[in-house]
T-cell receptor, first 115, second 115 residues
Framework: ETGVTQTPRHLVMGMTNKKSLKCEQH?????MYWYKQSAKKPLELMFV???????ENNSVPSRFSPECPNSSHLFLHLHTLQPEDSALYLC??????????????FGEGSRLTVL | AQKVTQAQTEISVVEKEDVTLDCVYE???????LFWYKQPPSGELVFLIR??????QNEISGRYSWNFQKSTSSFNFTITASQVVDSAVYFC????????????FGAGTRLFVKA
């Protein structure tokens, strides 16, 4: 079992659908992240949670709604998305924001296609 | 402002060749961390190395080596005697104290190693 698990691995949705991406980490970390990876673009940080509190919203459109009920789980709720939102969504965790190490542990990503 | 530049979009080599992946960074902080991650076809980014700004010693780990030079703001990654399994996208990343410990990634370099 990997340290960070994302489901579903693949998702196809229409622009009017509502769906959610789930991330679970088994590493005892306290910080969790959503990154978006589009073709030919750098990884874009979307949201950061530290001890369940959102500390970063990188100007993400409101059609993406994150939820962090506890330090082990992170959700990304999707609603009325656009085709340009099609991308690989990567979840990551780290011990905490203030930890000096700073390396991130990633899941395998959820490949989203918006039709 | 934080910035990470990986000028090489794609590199193709033949097995057993040595290959160097370039990374140039920008930061105003004196304390920062540099990372390299590998993204195989499965999708998850795998942490390879972390370097802090006060440690300019080069590091070698098996066939991998890293050259950190503050004078040129570079953190280059060399794979010696490349293998087909090294084929992946490699990301250089920077984490500093600006803006809440965000980790910023370069655009990545896709490495093809042909048998």
């Amino acid at each position: 079992e990997t340290g960070v698990t994302q489901t579903p691995r693949h998702l196809v949705m229409g622009m009017t659908n509502k769906k959610s991406l789930k991330c679970e980490q088994h590493l005892g970390h306290n910080a969790m992240y959503w990154y978006k990876q589009s073709a030919k673009k750098p990884l874009e940080l979307m949201f950061v949670y530290n001890f369940k509190e959102q500390t970063e919203n990188n100007s993400v459109p409101s059609r993406f709604s994150p939820e962090c009920p506890n330090s082990s789980h992170l959700f990304l709720h999707l609603h009325t998305l656009q085709p340009e939102d099609s991308a690989l969504y990567l979840c990551a965790s780290s011990p905490s924001l203030a930890a000096n190490t700073g390396e991130l542990f990633f899941g395998e990503g959820s490949r989203l296609t918006v039709l | 402002a934080q910035k990470v530049t990986q000028a090489q979009t794609e590199i193709s080599v033949v097995e057993k060749e040595d290959v160097t992946l370039d990374c140039v960074y920008e930061t105003r902080d004196t304390t920062y961390y540099l990372f390299w991650y590998k993204q195989p076809p499965s999708g998850e980014l795998v942490f390879l190395i972390r370097r802090n700004s006060f440690d300019e010693q080069n590091e070698i780990s098996g066939r991998y080596s890293w050259n950190f030079q503050k004078s040129t703001s570079s953190f280059n990654f060399t794979i010696t005697a490349s293998q087909v399994v090294d084929s992946a996208v490699y990301f250089c990343a920077l984490r500093d104290n600006t803006g809440g410990f965000k980790t910023i990634f370069g655009a990545g370099t896709r490495l093809f190693v042909k048998a």
